[in-house]
């Protein structure tokens, strides 16, 4: 994006037109955008998703838990148009103004690590878990971590993370 944007004589879009490297992202741009005013909001994001292979492209990037999140959203946007005129400005206007929060089971069996708070592990039974001693001293004998003024006029006190000497900027 930088190189095709950086120093242009006009828009991006226009940079994008006559970049011949970049056919397939001009083509789906330019495709997006001659149907973004005609097609319902589940109909835009399904073009998207199928035709030009957003799915695969998020699931290749975010991995599988990106389903849920990409169902959902296909589900919000059938949501909207049973309530509201089903234009896509009016869709992402709904989107933003929402208060959306999708919770997802996670798999037990799937043979994956999760990275999870003591609050949101309260409760689960795993074969191996691992809580990691954030506050003590790592090269030394001494248990108390260390404190340092954030803002010495403030008197807020924040908390750091010792670490080796070796690892010391200069």
Known sequence: LF????????????????????????????????QADFLRPYEFLERIL?????????????????EDAINELLSQALHFETRAIPSLAGFIRWIEAGDIDVKREMDTGAGTVRVMTVHGAKGLEAPIVILPDTTSAISSGNSRPTL?????ASGDDLLLWAGPKSQDDP
């Open 148 to 152: 340092l003024k954030a803002h010495p």
């Open 50 to 66: 199928i035709r030009h292979g957003g799915r695969q492209r998020l699931l290749a990037r975010l991995g599988i838990e990106a």
């Open 3 to 34: 190189n095709l944007a950086y120093k242009r004589g006009g828009t991006l879009l226009q940079a994008l037109r006559h970049a011949s490297n970049h056919a397939d992202v001009a083509d789906m741009v330019f495709d997006l955008a001659g």
